[in-house]
Protein backbone atom coordinates (compact mmCIF):
# COMPACT_ATOMS: atom_id res chain seq x y z
CA UNK A 1 0.00 0.00 0.00
CA UNK A 2 0.94 3.74 -0.62
CA UNK A 3 1.78 5.91 1.93
CA UNK A 4 -0.99 8.03 1.49
CA UNK A 5 -3.61 4.96 1.92
CA UNK A 6 -2.13 4.05 5.00
CA UNK A 7 -2.97 7.59 6.12
CA UNK A 8 -6.27 7.54 4.97
CA UNK A 9 -7.38 4.43 6.01
CA UNK A 10 -5.78 4.96 9.16
CA UNK A 11 -7.54 8.26 9.68
CA UNK A 12 -10.47 6.73 9.02
CA UNK A 13 -10.49 4.26 11.28
CA UNK A 14 -10.06 7.03 13.87
CA UNK A 15 -13.30 8.63 12.85
CA UNK A 16 -15.18 5.74 12.80
CA UNK A 17 -13.91 3.99 15.76
CA UNK A 18 -12.95 6.45 18.44
CA UNK A 19 -14.76 9.81 17.13
CA UNK A 20 -11.92 12.29 16.75
CA UNK A 21 -12.34 14.91 15.86
CA UNK A 22 -11.76 16.62 12.29
CA UNK A 23 -8.93 19.02 13.95
CA UNK A 24 -7.39 16.14 15.16
CA UNK A 25 -7.33 14.04 12.24
CA UNK A 26 -5.89 17.06 10.20
CA UNK A 27 -3.04 17.26 12.58
CA UNK A 28 -2.01 13.32 12.83
CA UNK A 29 -2.48 13.50 8.54
CA UNK A 30 -0.26 16.56 8.03
CA UNK A 31 2.05 14.50 10.85
CA UNK A 32 2.18 11.44 9.14
CA UNK A 33 2.63 12.74 6.11
CA UNK A 34 5.90 14.86 6.94
CA UNK A 35 7.00 11.09 8.39
CA UNK A 36 6.24 9.80 5.36
CA UNK A 37 8.67 12.04 3.32
CA UNK A 38 11.07 11.55 5.98
CA UNK A 39 11.16 7.72 5.12
CA UNK A 40 10.61 7.80 1.11
CA UNK A 41 14.19 10.20 1.29
CA UNK A 42 15.74 7.67 3.16
CA UNK A 43 14.94 4.70 1.02
CA UNK A 44 12.38 3.36 3.42
CA UNK A 45 8.33 3.45 3.77
CA UNK A 46 5.43 2.45 6.38
CA UNK A 47 5.50 -0.81 6.15
CA UNK A 48 9.72 -1.42 6.36
CA UNK A 49 10.23 1.57 9.06
CA UNK A 50 12.17 0.75 12.02
CA UNK A 51 12.77 1.68 15.25
CA UNK A 52 15.93 3.34 14.42
CA UNK A 53 14.58 5.24 11.81
CA UNK A 54 11.27 6.98 13.75
CA UNK A 55 14.15 7.76 16.48
CA UNK A 56 16.21 9.62 13.74
CA UNK A 57 13.04 11.39 12.71
CA UNK A 58 12.35 12.47 15.96
CA UNK A 59 15.89 13.51 16.38
CA UNK A 60 15.69 15.81 13.07
CA UNK A 61 12.39 17.29 14.34
CA UNK A 62 14.18 18.53 16.83
CA UNK A 63 16.67 19.82 15.33
CA UNK A 64 14.64 21.72 13.28
CA UNK A 65 13.50 23.27 16.82
CA UNK A 66 10.17 22.06 17.04
CA UNK A 67 8.50 22.22 20.29
CA UNK A 68 8.36 18.93 23.15
CA UNK A 69 4.61 19.51 22.53
CA UNK A 70 4.61 19.28 18.82
CA UNK A 71 7.23 16.54 18.92
CA UNK A 72 5.24 14.45 21.31
CA UNK A 73 1.89 14.83 19.02
CA UNK A 74 4.14 13.47 16.17
CA UNK A 75 5.49 10.51 18.02
CA UNK A 76 1.73 9.84 19.31
CA UNK A 77 0.20 9.78 15.45
CA UNK A 78 3.27 7.69 14.55
CA UNK A 79 2.76 5.11 17.49
CA UNK A 80 -1.00 4.87 16.81
CA UNK A 81 -0.39 4.13 13.02
CA UNK A 82 1.72 1.33 13.51
CA UNK A 83 -0.64 0.38 16.05
CA UNK A 84 -3.43 0.45 13.95
CA UNK A 85 -1.48 -1.41 11.40
CA UNK A 86 -0.42 -3.84 13.56
CA UNK A 87 -3.85 -4.75 14.64
CA UNK A 88 -5.39 -4.77 11.17
CA UNK A 89 -1.89 -7.26 9.83
CA UNK A 90 -0.50 -4.72 7.96
CA UNK A 91 2.89 -5.35 9.94
CA UNK A 92 3.77 -8.09 12.38
CA UNK A 93 5.59 -6.12 14.58
CA UNK A 94 4.98 -2.64 16.01
CA UNK A 95 8.40 -0.69 15.86
CA UNK A 96 6.73 2.53 17.68
CA UNK A 97 5.87 0.54 20.36
CA UNK A 98 8.94 1.27 23.23
CA UNK A 99 9.87 5.04 21.80
CA UNK A 100 9.66 7.31 24.74
CA UNK A 101 8.28 10.67 23.72
CA UNK A 102 9.70 14.32 24.48
CA UNK A 103 6.91 15.15 27.49
CA UNK A 104 5.28 18.44 27.23
CA UNK A 105 6.06 21.54 28.97
CA UNK A 106 3.93 22.22 31.60
CA UNK A 107 3.40 26.11 31.04
CA UNK A 108 0.63 27.89 33.32
CA UNK A 109 -2.08 28.47 30.79
CA UNK A 110 -2.62 32.74 29.72
CA UNK A 111 -5.90 34.09 30.97
CA UNK A 112 -7.50 37.34 31.37
CA UNK A 113 -8.85 39.37 34.53
CA UNK A 114 -12.53 39.90 35.25
CA UNK A 115 -12.07 43.50 34.07
CA UNK A 116 -10.44 42.78 30.73
CA UNK A 117 -13.36 39.96 29.57
CA UNK A 118 -16.05 42.80 30.81
CA UNK A 119 -14.16 45.00 28.82
CA UNK A 120 -14.35 42.69 25.68
CA UNK A 121 -18.53 41.60 25.92
CA UNK A 122 -19.02 45.38 26.25
CA UNK A 123 -16.63 46.30 22.91
CA UNK A 124 -18.92 43.34 21.28
CA UNK A 125 -22.55 45.21 22.18
CA UNK A 126 -20.67 48.01 19.56
CA UNK A 127 -18.15 46.33 17.17
CA UNK A 128 -19.69 45.52 13.53
CA UNK A 129 -20.44 47.15 10.77
CA UNK A 130 -24.28 46.06 10.79
CA UNK A 131 -26.83 45.12 13.56
CA UNK A 132 -26.34 41.67 12.90
CA UNK A 133 -22.50 41.65 13.13
CA UNK A 134 -23.04 42.66 16.63
CA UNK A 135 -25.81 40.52 17.76
CA UNK A 136 -23.81 37.56 16.36
CA UNK A 137 -20.79 38.78 18.28
CA UNK A 138 -22.37 39.26 21.65
CA UNK A 139 -23.62 36.16 21.32
CA UNK A 140 -20.53 34.25 20.51
CA UNK A 141 -18.26 36.16 23.03
CA UNK A 142 -21.51 35.67 26.04
CA UNK A 143 -21.40 32.04 24.91
CA UNK A 144 -17.44 31.37 25.15
CA UNK A 145 -17.08 32.96 28.29
CA UNK A 146 -20.35 31.80 29.54
CA UNK A 147 -19.95 28.13 29.28
CA UNK A 148 -15.87 27.57 28.66
CA UNK A 149 -16.75 26.22 25.23
CA UNK A 150 -14.05 25.19 22.85
CA UNK A 151 -13.88 27.16 19.70
CA UNK A 152 -15.07 24.49 18.13
CA UNK A 153 -17.80 23.69 19.97
CA UNK A 154 -18.79 27.10 19.97
CA UNK A 155 -18.86 28.11 16.02
CA UNK A 156 -20.55 24.18 15.26
CA UNK A 157 -23.44 24.55 17.35
CA UNK A 158 -26.75 23.43 16.29
CA UNK A 159 -29.59 25.80 16.41
CA UNK A 160 -31.59 22.98 17.28
CA UNK A 161 -29.69 23.31 20.72
CA UNK A 162 -30.68 27.35 21.53
CA UNK A 163 -34.43 26.44 20.94
CA UNK A 164 -37.03 27.29 23.74
CA UNK A 165 -34.52 29.81 25.93
CA UNK A 166 -32.57 27.10 27.08
CA UNK A 167 -31.10 27.44 30.64
CA UNK A 168 -28.36 24.45 29.35
CA UNK A 169 -26.89 23.83 26.00
CA UNK A 170 -26.21 20.15 25.14
CA UNK A 171 -22.53 20.34 23.63
CA UNK A 172 -20.83 18.06 21.60
CA UNK A 173 -17.14 17.72 22.27
CA UNK A 174 -14.20 15.96 21.77
CA UNK A 175 -14.20 12.42 21.19
CA UNK A 176 -18.55 13.03 20.07
CA UNK A 177 -18.83 13.18 24.18
CA UNK A 178 -21.71 15.36 25.23
CA UNK A 179 -22.19 17.22 28.00
CA UNK A 180 -24.51 19.91 29.51
CA UNK A 181 -23.47 23.37 30.50
CA UNK A 182 -25.31 25.81 31.97
CA UNK A 183 -26.30 29.71 30.24
CA UNK A 184 -25.60 33.17 32.41
CA UNK A 185 -28.47 35.55 32.04
CA UNK A 186 -26.98 37.90 29.92
CA UNK A 187 -25.82 34.70 27.98
CA UNK A 188 -29.10 33.88 27.44
CA UNK A 189 -30.39 37.20 26.55
CA UNK A 190 -27.59 37.44 23.96
CA UNK A 191 -28.68 34.14 22.39
CA UNK A 192 -32.79 35.62 22.16
CA UNK A 193 -31.61 38.38 20.57
CA UNK A 194 -29.53 36.76 18.13
CA UNK A 195 -31.57 33.94 17.15
CA UNK A 196 -34.57 36.64 16.97
CA UNK A 197 -32.45 38.27 13.84
CA UNK A 198 -30.92 34.80 12.89
CA UNK A 199 -34.53 33.35 11.98
CA UNK A 200 -35.91 36.21 10.41
CA UNK A 201 -32.71 36.57 8.17
CA UNK A 202 -33.29 32.94 7.74
CA UNK A 203 -37.01 32.97 6.67
CA UNK A 204 -36.33 36.08 4.28
CA UNK A 205 -33.76 34.22 2.31
CA UNK A 206 -36.07 31.41 2.13
CA UNK A 207 -38.54 32.98 0.34
CA UNK A 208 -36.28 35.33 -1.47
CA UNK A 209 -34.38 32.78 -2.38
CA UNK A 210 -35.66 29.19 -1.77
CA UNK A 211 -32.28 28.78 0.29
CA UNK A 212 -32.68 25.54 2.44
CA UNK A 213 -32.67 27.03 6.27
CA UNK A 214 -29.15 25.99 8.05
CA UNK A 215 -28.68 23.72 11.22
CA UNK A 216 -26.12 26.10 12.54
CA UNK A 217 -26.85 28.64 15.30
CA UNK A 218 -24.16 30.65 13.57
CA UNK A 219 -25.03 29.89 9.68
CA UNK A 220 -21.84 31.17 6.80
CA UNK A 221 -21.54 30.91 3.37
CA UNK A 222 -18.58 28.66 3.42
CA UNK A 223 -17.91 24.88 3.06
CA UNK A 224 -18.53 24.19 6.53
CA UNK A 225 -21.86 26.35 6.96
CA UNK A 226 -21.18 27.83 9.66
CA UNK A 227 -18.74 30.54 11.17
CA UNK A 228 -15.29 29.04 11.18
CA UNK A 229 -12.47 28.98 14.17
CA UNK A 230 -10.20 31.35 11.90
CA UNK A 231 -13.18 33.71 10.98
CA UNK A 232 -14.14 33.87 15.07
CA UNK A 233 -10.58 34.53 15.89
CA UNK A 234 -10.14 37.37 13.28
CA UNK A 235 -13.08 38.86 14.97
CA UNK A 236 -11.56 38.44 18.32
CA UNK A 237 -8.73 40.47 16.98
CA UNK A 238 -10.70 43.08 16.01
CA UNK A 239 -12.62 43.40 19.38
CA UNK A 240 -9.58 43.50 21.60
CA UNK A 241 -8.28 46.30 19.44
CA UNK A 242 -11.66 48.06 20.09
CA UNK A 243 -11.67 47.11 23.81
CA UNK A 244 -8.01 48.73 24.09
CA UNK A 245 -6.36 45.08 25.31
CA UNK A 246 -3.15 43.54 23.27
CA UNK A 247 -4.78 41.21 20.34
CA UNK A 248 -1.56 39.05 20.90
CA UNK A 249 -2.77 38.64 24.66
CA UNK A 250 -6.38 36.93 23.56
CA UNK A 251 -7.25 34.13 21.37
CA UNK A 252 -10.41 32.05 22.00
CA UNK A 253 -8.69 29.49 23.60
CA UNK A 254 -7.84 31.66 26.62
CA UNK A 255 -11.41 33.07 26.84
CA UNK A 256 -11.65 29.59 27.87
CA UNK A 257 -9.01 30.06 30.83
CA UNK A 258 -10.41 32.76 31.56
CA UNK A 259 -13.90 30.84 32.32
CA UNK A 260 -12.23 28.34 34.44
CA UNK A 261 -9.72 30.25 36.18
CA UNK A 262 -12.41 33.09 36.94
CA UNK A 263 -15.04 29.76 38.19
CA UNK A 264 -12.14 28.35 40.52
CA UNK A 265 -11.45 31.81 42.26
CA UNK A 266 -14.95 32.17 42.82
CA UNK A 267 -14.83 28.75 45.02
CA UNK A 268 -16.19 26.44 42.56
CA UNK A 269 -14.82 22.60 42.77
CA UNK A 270 -12.53 21.69 40.42
CA UNK A 271 -14.68 18.51 39.46
CA UNK A 272 -17.56 20.70 38.47
CA UNK A 273 -14.75 22.38 36.25
CA UNK A 274 -13.77 19.38 34.68
CA UNK A 275 -16.77 18.31 33.94
CA UNK A 276 -18.06 21.94 32.65
CA UNK A 277 -14.72 22.06 30.30
CA UNK A 278 -15.38 18.28 29.28
CA UNK A 279 -11.80 17.08 30.45
CA UNK A 280 -11.60 13.36 30.38
CA UNK A 281 -9.00 13.57 33.07
CA UNK A 282 -9.56 15.93 36.45
CA UNK A 283 -5.10 16.38 36.09
CA UNK A 284 -5.64 19.04 33.04
CA UNK A 285 -8.52 20.98 34.87
CA UNK A 286 -5.73 21.09 37.92
CA UNK A 287 -3.35 23.48 36.12
CA UNK A 288 -5.69 26.21 36.97
CA UNK A 289 -5.50 25.91 40.25
CA UNK A 290 -1.75 26.82 39.78
CA UNK A 291 -2.77 29.64 37.73
CA UNK A 292 -4.47 31.12 41.05
CA UNK A 293 -1.12 30.33 43.27
CA UNK A 294 1.12 32.46 40.70
CA UNK A 295 -1.50 35.24 41.24
CA UNK A 296 -1.78 35.07 44.49
CA UNK A 297 2.01 35.06 44.79
CA UNK A 298 1.97 38.27 42.27
CA UNK A 299 -0.13 39.65 44.80
CA UNK A 300 1.35 39.22 47.83
CA UNK A 301 4.26 40.22 46.90
CA UNK A 302 2.87 43.33 44.99
CA UNK A 303 0.85 44.88 47.74
CA UNK A 304 2.51 43.07 50.96
CA UNK A 305 3.98 46.36 53.14
CA UNK A 306 6.82 43.65 53.91
CA UNK A 307 7.23 42.34 50.53
CA UNK A 308 8.24 46.06 48.73
CA UNK A 309 11.26 46.59 48.25
CA UNK A 310 12.55 42.86 48.75
Partial sequence: ????????????????????????????????????????????????????????????????????????????????????????GWRGDNPAIRIAGPGKDRRLPKTLSEADVTRLLSAARDHGRTPADRLRMTCLMELIYATGMRVSELVSLPVAAARG?????????????????????????????????????????????RVTPSRFLFPARGAEGHVTRQGFHGHLKDLCVAAGISPAAVTPHVLRHAFATHLLAGGADLRAIQTLLGHADVSTTEIYTHVLDERLKALVLNHHPLARGS
Avoid at 176 to 186: A, G, I, W
Fill in 165 to 209: DPRMLLVRGKGDKERMVPLTQPARAALAAWLAHRDAAEEEARIAR
Fill in 1 to 88: MSADRWISTFLDAQAADLGAARNTRLAYGRDLKDFAGYLGHHGSSFDAATRPEIEAYLIRCEAEGLSKATRARRLSAIRQLFRFAYEE
